[in-house]
Every structure is written in C-alpha cells, then in structure tokens.
C-alpha cells in the first residue's frame, strides 16, 4: 500500500521564513505614500504596524530567523501534511503524479494563521496588547482571533455586516477564541458613521471595513492594525508553507514541473512557491511553471493593467503598484469571497509582469464541479477558493492524459469548506451563475487609477 | 521546545481490529429477537446487514483482521494525531500530563468513518450496492456518505427533519459525497406516511428516522442497513483509534492513569479505551481508570436501570440489555446532539455493570465552557459532544494541581465543532440552561421497559 501523506517532524517546522526580495531580478517597485506619492517611509507605518513587521516589508535580507515563540504556536498543527491525490489520479486516468499541501488542518481551518500568529508576536513584544482589523466572510478574523488568544492581545474585528449575518458561524468562532467581532459599518468609528448616517442600511463591504480598522488603529495609541494578505510581510510568514514542501519533496526525491494556487490577495499561493521560484530565477529549474488562478469575476492579474493603486475603496491606504481592477471595482458577489479583491500581492504582481509567473481566470461554476470531484476521490471538502486551484489542477492532469505527460503538478490547497457548505448548497441548488467580466468595466478601472 | 504532536507511520495503522469478546471476564448478554424474546440468530438481521458484519457482532476472536481495501481508505487521514495538551496544563497550573487522540481530522470530521468505511466495504463485497440509514444532526450520515464515495455505493440518508432544516451544512455535505439526503419524516415509507397522516408538521426524531431507514432496507432487496453506534461490531471497528495510541504511547514510554471519553452510543469512547481494558482484565494494569462522561439531561449510565430494551423508539429493533431510559425517553434538545440517545453500547453497560468502568454525568454550560477554555489553549473548536469529555478532564487536571499528582490523562476526542458553531452561539448569547432530570421520568422509564 503505497504512502499518501509526507508529513514533516515538528521539529522540521522552518527557522527561517524566505524572503524573495533578496533574489528577485529586478527591485519591487516602492509603495508610495497616498498623499505625497513619494515612496513610503517607516515613520509613516508606525501607527499602524509594530517596527519589525514595517522592516520586514521593505527587507532585502534572504532568510528572517522565526522567533521560537511563533514557532512554539505552529507546532500545534504544522508542518502540515503533503499529500499525494493517488485516488484523484486514479479517477483521472492520469500519468501525472499530483501533490496537495493542506493549510485546512489549522485551527482556524486555512493558512492565514502562518501570518497571524507572526503579527501578533510582533505586536506583543513592541508592547501592543490590542489589534484591530477588518473581515470579510471571517476567515481572517478568526485567524487573528486565534492568534490574539495566543499572545493574550484583545483583537478587535470589523466584520462586513452582510456576511457578520449571513455568516454567523466565523465570527462565533472569534468569540470562541476571545476576539470582539462587531458588523461594519459601525457607529464606533467616523467612517463607519458617516457611512450610516447617509445609508442606514448600508451592508459593508471590505473597503469600508478596513477603513473602520485603521480609524481605530490610527486614533488609539494603545491598538495597531493588522492585514491579513498582500503586503510583503505577511507573504514572508506565508513562505513556511513552500519551505516545508520543499524539504518534504526533496526526502522524496521529487520537483514539481506546475506549481498551482489560487490567488485573491495572494498570500497562500505566494506562500508556496515563493521558495521554489529562487530555483526558477537562479537557472535551477528554469523551466518551472507557476499558475495564479483567479475568479473569471475578478480577473485581476489575466485583465487588469499594472498601475499604482490604492489597496482599499475609500483611498486611504499607501499607493501599491499591482495588477487592479480599480479600487472602486466591486466585484460580483461569488461564493469564494476571499478572492474578491480588486489588486494583488505586489510581489505576485511584479513576478507577472517579468513573466516568471502565469496567471488563469476559471468561472465558478466549474470550479466547484472540481471541488466536488476531488472531494469524491480524496475526502477534503475545500474552500470555495481553493476549488479555483483544484479546477486549473484537475485541467493540467487532464492535458497530460492527452498528451501522455507524467508531468508533477503541486496544488496549494488553502483551506477547508466546512464553514462555506451554504457556497455548496447554492451550486447545488443552481443558483449560481457564471459572471462575464465587461469591457465598460475595465475602461472604468482605467479612469478611476490615481495619477502618479 | 518540545513535541506536541505524536504522529505514527502511515504502515502503523492497525492491521487487525480487537475484538473485547475475546478477554470478556463474563460474556455479554445475548440480544433478543423483539418478537420471541429468543437470542437472535444469524439470518434474524440478513436482511439488513452482510453476513461478515453479522459475525463481527457476535464473534469471540480475540483480533479480526482490517481488509488492505479499508485500510487503503484509512490512509487518507489515518493515523490520527496524539497531541500533548502542554499549553492547557500550563493554563491549568497541573502537574498532570494530558494528551488527546483528535479524530477531528478525518474528511467529515469525526470518529464515525472508521466504522462508515468498514461497513460500506463488508457491503460492497456481499454485492449490496445501496445502504440506507438515519441521521439526527447529520455526522453519521456524512460519514457514510463519505463512505460511499469511496466505494462506490448509493447512500440514502434519512435525516431528521428538523435537523434537515436547521443544520443544512452537514446534509450538503453528503450531497457533495454523493449521497441522497432526505427529511424524516418522509413519503417514502409507510412509517413516514403514518406519521405524516397524523401530524403533517411534525418535526421528526432519531427514532423515526431509524424507523423509516430500517423499512427501506427491510422491504428493498438491493438495500441494506447502516447503523454508527451501539452494536459490537461497530465498537470492534472503532478499536483503530485506542490501538494507535497505545502504539503512541508505548514509543514514549507512556500508559494512562484515567482515560476519559464522551460517550451517546458510545463507540467514540469505547474505540478509544477497549484496547487498553484489555491490560486492566488481565491485571496488567489494575487501577485503570476509565470515565465514560455522558449529560446530566440524558443520564443513561448514571441514572438508568440496567435492562433489556429496544435500540430505537418505535420498538422494532431487537432487544439488548444496557443501562437505559427507556426507549420512549425522548431527551432534552441540547446541543451536543450526538450523546442525546436513550441507551448505550451493551459493550459499555456490560463493563460498567461489572465495575470495570466508571461513569460521570456533566451539566451542559460547563461542557461550553471547557471547550472554550480548551480552545483558547490548543486551539482546536471541538464538538460539543467531546466537550463532554473534556469538561471531566479539566476537573480531573484541577484534582492534581490540589493533589499534587502528576496523573496522566488521555483524553478521546472525537470531532471537531466546525459545523456546530451555531451550538455556541447559542451558548454566548446566554439561551443555553442546564436540565434536571426528573425523578418520575426515570420512574415512567421503569414502566415502559419490556418484558423479557
């Protein structure tokens, strides 16, 4: 009976995170301030982020040593399990071998905990006992609920109120983990009365959570902010994930020819194959193929130009060049509501745009026909989001049926379905569609860009 | 720092189940055909389940072994984690050591595969291609529903309507596994029909779903049945679970002093703590103890006589001797759903009546309170069910730090509580209570038992 799970020693949880800002071709363009847009200076995070996680984003060294405190926390559920899809391949009738790393045996159920728990380390030892942020569906918010319950810092979450009542289960579960979860928009801040005080119905949206989270962050001296994707650091914390299946490869004498993820702010994928894309830039495996796969109803990277812009709604954010959509783009409201975001990682974005990268746009539907699939062979019910991922998988194992390839195909799966079953239960019971992204829209997105 | 998670070789998963039959001191009492209150034989339970299941259940062979078919699927999230719970002790200021074996990390999240699984393969073999069974709050049914994915078996799955309504998270997980979930009571049976005739908004039970699952297989010829808890056989299967962490505990030169564990039908527990009895039967460790906890609202063990009964409510089931309620107690609608059951294994009654076990009832707010407790140290939401258990082992961890004991405690956990957050929301918002149980309930039991 031949073996499904590598499974890494604790002891092997990584040292160090990997830092690709070291090895990259050409520098990240710098964010800039969104008032002056000058590059951003330190000085100008510090109400926000704890001095570390501000170095940490614009650090050019390799390796960043991981405090044995975080590493105390990840003991409790990583280095997680890599396993080898034998069943998949077998309902596929596929040569290729597919490899799936699986953030879902977290406590909060994906990979966001690797940069929560780092943040708020950081937070605690410069002296901050109160995080605020914002969340969407809740997957981040439980994250740092979780990590806060660590560290013993009181975490304040803004939750977007359409999903804080949809929703009830994630933000339970901060409550579980000892976090204050509260619906935006909110009368506790400005934004979020002003807001209401035009619309008192007014349902949220991610924007205008993140605008209360960095009210209160920037008007408390006590309270930082904390951002669970995109930026530098937190793809840094994410690089656990790649290291470990690197290694755990390595002890099986085994390289990926595909690496493929699905991206939204693009923490998780980054997190994957950022360490495998020093090999590709160094001339290792040159011909290393990474795929960023994106909701055809939120083509950031397949249709958006690479601009500087805003990382929230409202504007109030440092300017980040990115593949966008426009920071007033609202995407349709697709059941992978983690992906739902106008930009991406400027890191991903960067890599795109030397062409070391490739990114897909998959419609939803089929995406959770994949998701179905895949659970009827390997058991995991996963994230909507991931289920962008598994589709372009099940498509690449499919291409090397055709062809004959025994091509090696590695799949980032982010996180599991169990608190998203209502996503299943309208694909189900046909409501979902598949979204056309327009034309108008994309000239909109261009309009909208802010001069730099 | 130190290992947290003790994780075995997947070629460690036990190649036989233990069979408790074997090393009995007095052997169980029979079960009795409900009509001639004669033992029931053989061809009494063909129609319902495969004759290889049928030996299980009343077999004396001390090991049985586990087909490669069902060990293949084991693979896929056996074994499972023995976790040091060093951060809850810390939090406790015990000097006891307790360690947990999470069963939380199987696809549909709970213990009640490893019996699905097994049982949907014994099927398969005997050329039985359709299984029908009951569910209440929707973990057996996802389990085996899960079950017939792998090998490729129809699963009918009768769900309690009320459940069906208010939990719909677990039923379109057996939709993603393929299986036909519908409520109960339905059109499909003439049970069904019955009820409906009388009372068309009723909002069905455990009893009656069994009752119409139990018809499907009894009066379709390509149809079986699959029941999750109770039965020996059931138990037998379960056995995976206490022989790996005695395999886990064995290399770290570790044994229990207390073993404590949630108990509804009991195969959860019983798996956990049958393959240690064994060493307390034969002396090897006399002063074993074993803690089956079960709620103050639905105290089988600890309040109710020691006699035959029927497993389900209607009275079709055959007759076995437990500590029981009386099979028309219908329990409290608390929200560890899983435990809310009139009787228990006669595996497990047999031992308590021989004093090799012991029993404890636990008040449903502490059992939310533990598991919150327990969250904020570990990490892992478990189910509400587990809380159970896990309430008894912080009180037995609190008895150390007054004692100075340094016991080791090994807890059973059995699932996790993803799907279950609505239980503790119900818990925050304060609309939870904890039941008496009536003395003239217990008399009314008394009553209504049958004559044998």
Chains 1, 2 share one sequence.
Not at 1 to 16: A, G, N, R, S
């Amino acid at each position: 009976m031949e073996q499904v799970k590598f499974i890494l020693d604790e002891k092997e949880i990584p040292q160090y995170w990997y830092n690709i800002q070291a090895d990259l071709p050409e520098p990240l363009p710098p964010s800039l301030h969104p008032g002056t847009k000058k590059p951003l200076m330190p000085e100008d995070l510090a109400p926000l982020f704890p001095m570390e996680l501000i170095k940490q984003e614009v650090s050019t060294e390799r390796y960043i040593e991981i405090p044995d405190e975080v590493r105390s926390i990840y003991r409790l559920w990583r280095p997680t399990t890599l396993f080898r899809a034998r069943r998949l391949e077998k309902a596929l009738k596929t040569p290729a071998k597919i490899y799936y790393k699986y953030e879902g045996s977290s406590p909060p159920g994906s990979h966001k905990i690797n940069t929560a728990v780092a943040q708020a380390y950081y937070n605690k030892k410069e002296g901050i006992n109160r995080i605020s942020t914002e969340t969407g569906a809740g997957q981040w918010g439980s994250a740092l609920a979780f990590a806060g319950a660590c560290f013993d810092i009181e975490v304040k979450v803004y939750m977007v109120k359409i999903s804080y009542n949809q929703k009830p289960y994630r933000r339970v579960m901060m409550q579980v983990w000892g976090a204050d979860c509260i619906p935006s928009p909110s009368e506790q801040t400005k934004a979020g009365r002003a807001i209401l005080s035009r619309d008192p119905d007014c349902p949220g949206s991610l924007g205008l959570a993140i605008s209360e989270a960095v009210e209160e962050a920037v008007s408390r001296e006590d309270t930082h902010y904390s951002l669970g994707s995109v930026l530098n650091h937190v793809l840094l914390h994410q690089t656990v994930i790649g290291q470990e299946t690197k290694k755990t490869l390595e002890k099986i004498n085994e390289y990926p020819d595909i690496i493929i993820g699905c991206v939204g702010g693009g923490s998780n994928f980054a997190g994957m194959f950022l360490p495998f894309i020093k090999d590709k830039i160094d001339g290792t495996y040159p011909d290393l193929r990474i795929i960023n796969v994106e909701p055809a109803s939120c083509p950031t990277l397949t249709r958006g130009p690479y601009r500087y812009d805003f990382g929230d709604e409202a504007g109030m954010t440092p300017l980040m060049k990115m593949y966008t959509l426009g920071h007033g783009f609202i995407p349709p409201p697709v059941h992978a509501g983690g992906l739902r975001y106008h930009g991406m990682a400027p890191i991903i974005c960067h890599l795109l745009n030397l062409g070391l990268v490739e990114a897909r746009a998959e419609q939803q539907l089929g995406t959770f026909q994949a998701g179905v699939d895949f659970a009827r062979s390997e058991g995991i019910i996963s994230a909507p989001e991931a289920d962008h991922a598994i589709r372009a998988t099940i498509d690449e194992a499919i291409k090397c049926r055709e062809s004959g390839e025994a091509k090696t195909i590695l799949l980032a799966l982010s996180g599991h379905g169990h608190v998203d079953m209502a996503a299943y239960q309208a694909y189900f019971d046909g409501k979902l569609k598949d979204h056309e992204y327009s034309q108008d829209k994309i000239e909109q997105a261009l309009h909208d860009l802010p001069k730099v």
